[in-house]
């Protein structure tokens, strides 16, 4: 299934990509000002939610940075990975296999990352009425992943139906997968029942589990996946080393017993934030070559 951006030509998405409050950001045809910092984050979720989670942040770090921070909503993965090559963008936060696809295209460091992202997990869910009970039942029914950037909506999920599950997205399906652009998404797919079965992120489905954000009747957890790294905050090439570590030393050092910086670790999903390397992510870079998503 195409999405409308995938439709686009590669300078209409990265356009439409660089908007913040619906209005064109204005500094897209330049580089970021050394007054203002600007961050994004993949949109593995939808842009209300991301606003809400991610204003806390933009506070904190502006109080450990001594500048204006602003966070630029991006509609797509590809666009998040585009602005920080660009220079558009000082920090993004980047699924494993979006970093992969920066640090290729533009030298991009990894900084820091949840405690829960070295040991990260996909879920495959179905609607109940599939008659999906186990994970060889996917087999022959119809399939969502997220976008086709994501690490666990899509690359891992993939990597696992191939190498664990003998099964073939591409030939083993009825017809071929769907991409959903988001993992909340993709619960919605499969709870309408458009969808029989689809992959998504495990945050994202026990969150939404548990503040019932879909019909519990409807769609059903069928299995979880084993652990890989994923989401990371990275820098884009050219930044100041001084700046690079006050950013990075800034989630390295959230304290969860001061009230602001909880709240910046809790709408994280993370108790901690730990040091990333580019060593890292080599196992994703490979998951990646091997299925033929990354040339």
Not at 35 to 60: C, H
Not at 126 to 145: L, V
Request: aromatic share 10%.
């Amino acid at each position: 299934m195409k999405t409308f951006s995938s439709m686009c030509k590669p300078w209409q998405r990265l356009i439409a990509a660089l908007v913040v409050g619906g209005s064109l950001l204005t500094s897209a045809v330049s580089h970021a000002s050394d007054d203002v910092i600007r961050v994004t984050g993949i949109p593995d979720e939808n842009p209300t939610e991301l606003a809400r989670k991610n204003q806390p942040m933009v506070d904190y770090l502006e109080k450990k940075l001594g500048k204006k921070v602003t966070y630029v909503a991006v509609t797509d993965y590809g666009a998040a990975v585009s602005a920080l090559s660009a220079g558009k963008i000082d920090f993004a936060w980047l699924g494993g296999f979006t970093f992969v696809q920066a640090r290729h295209l533009a030298g991009a460091e990894p900084l820091a990352m949840r405690d829960i992202d070295r040991k990260f997990k996909s879920v495959f869910i179905a609607n109940t009425t599939s008659g999906i009970e186990k994970p060889e039942d996917f087999k022959g029914k119809t399939f969502a992943f997220g976008s086709k950037s994501s690490t666990s909506g899509h690359l891992m999920p993939r990597h696992y139906l191939l190498s664990l599950l003998a099964i073939n997205p591409e030939k083993d399906f009825a017809g071929l997968p769907v991409y959903s652009g988001a993992h909340d998404a993709t619960v919605k797919l499969v709870e309408s029942g458009k969808i029989q079965g689809g992959a998504l992120n495990i945050e994202v489905w026990d969150r939404m589990l548990a503040e019932k954000k879909f019909d519990a009747k409807k769609v059903k957890l069928v299995w979880t996946s084993p652990e890989y790294v994923d989401y990371v905050w990275a820098a884009r090439k050219g930044l100041s080393p001084e700046l690079v570590a006050k950013f990075k030393d800034a989630f390295l050092n959230l304290d969860p017993s001061v009230p602001e910086q909880k709240a910046v670790l809790d709408l994280q999903g993370a108790k901690v934030f730990v040091a990333a390397n580019q060593s890292d992510f080599d196992s994703i870079e490979k998951v990646a070559r091997d299925t033929g998503l990354l040339k």
